[in-house]
């Protein structure tokens, strides 16, 4: 029995590594004899960096000091690969929405400074290709941190300069670009998120209630970013707000395609070239795969890594398993997927917080239970 396992990491909870090794205790249990490979996975969020320095091993580990999402003095590194120039660089490290306590967040304060500074470094330090990981972020500022580490500066109607936050994208009036130019430095946004800048399905009011933002306050976010879209189409007359994936990261990837005209890749493609996930579906003779992350609902199937992986699978006919920490989706919309089957860690018997803290013993619990159920006696 091969089985291949490639979960996600799990939100507040349990890191893909922590995940993969829960799995791989229980596919142990139901099958002693299994043979198991272990794929490293990110979406362009938490992880990113592990999954990069995984699929190659040369690069460099670089760390400097920043800033945390609430400007607080830390520590956080980017990856570096000196022959060819490249830098790697991981939104969550520094600007990360793990970074915070549950209180603590709060998407009209937070800012993506933090990770403007470890790409300013990577810059200085001679890279010509930047390959960034936009999930898993704590801000709603339209990479206007970023922007500001780069050199821009964003004023006000008089003239005073702004912090770089949620709460300022409403008092922007002027954007002064750099006088340095990063035309000879290539951006790659990496992010598996379609969602435009503003308006319904924006930035604001899809992902800013996680990130600390009551209804009141998403919709002040919301016409934040819109003010930003104004003032970047009047002074660099750009318009980018629709481009599918521009309300990643609460705009940042919106941001750096103004600012820096990065190229938008999917994580999900972009990990798949780096693992060569295909060749090991076609070589190794993979009898199932095991995934998961922390939730599965109605935005896993719009380039969600579950998605593409279940695509990818199909090519090779082999049946995907999943295990989530909270499931909504009903049997037909898991069939739609391309999932066998897909179990959730939360219970509304158990104690409030018991699926976060005890996570890994219920990955395994639902790993053997699954298998049992789709294979009846070990096999």
């Not at 000091?65 to 660089?89: C, E, F, M, Q």
């Not at 279940?310 to 995907?320: G, L, R």
């Amino acid at each position: 029995m091969n089985v291949l396992l490639a979960p996600d990491a799990f939100k507040d909870s349990v890191t893909a590594e922590a995940a993969a090794e829960a799995m791989k205790q229980g596919v142990l249990v139901f099958n002693a004899e299994a043979t198991i490979h272990t794929m490293a996975v990110s979406d362009g969020g938490e992880g990113f960096l592990a999954a990069v320095a995984r699929y190659q091993p040369n690069v460099e580990r670089v760390e400097i000091a920043t800033s945390d999402p609430l400007g607080r003095s830390i520590k956080a590194h980017y990856l570096w690969n000196a022959k060819s120039h490249t830098a790697y660089v991981e939104l969550a490290a520094a600007s990360g929405i793990e970074l915070l306590t549950k209180t603590e967040r709060d998407a009209r304060k937070t800012s993506t400074l933090g990770t403007g500074i470890l790409i300013k470094h990577a810059i200085d330090r001679g890279a010509t290709m930047i390959y960034l990981g936009i999930g898993g972020s704590a801000t709603n500022d339209g990479a206007m941190g970023i922007a500001q580490a780069l050199g821009y500066r964003f004023l006000d109607a008089n003239n005073h300069s702004l912090s770089p936050n949620g709460e300022s994208l409403n008092k922007i009036k002027h954007i002064i670009s750099p006088k340095e130019t990063y035309a000879n430095i290539q951006f790659v946004a990496v992010n598996d998120v379609q969602n435009p800048l503003f308006g319904p399905t924006g930035a604001a009011y899809t992902f800013a209630k996680q990130k600390g933002a009551s209804e009141a306050t998403i919709e002040i976010l919301d016409q934040g970013l819109q003010n930003l879209d104004i003032q970047v189409s009047k002074s660099l007359e750009r318009k980018e707000a629709l481009t599918p994936g521009a309300g990643a990261a609460g705009g940042t990837a919106y941001g750096l395609r103004v600012f820096c005209n990065a190229e938008f890749i999917k994580g999900t493609d972009f990990i798949f070239e780096l693992s060569g996930l295909e060749n090991l579906l076609s070589e190794k003779n993979i009898d199932l795969i095991i995934t998961g992350e922390g939730k599965i609902d109605g935005q896993t199937i719009h380039g969600k890594f579950i998605h593409g992986l279940t695509q990818m699978a199909k090519k090779f006919q082999i049946p995907v398993f999943a295990i989530c920490g909270k499931l909504e989706m009903d049997r037909a919309q898991l069939k739609q997927l391309g999932l066998q089957d897909a179990r959730e860690l939360y219970d509304p018997n158990l104690p409030d917080g018991y699926s976060f803290t005890h996570a890994a013993t219920l990955i395994q619990k639902h790993v053997i239970a699954m298998l049992q159920d789709a294979f009846g006696a070990t096999p």
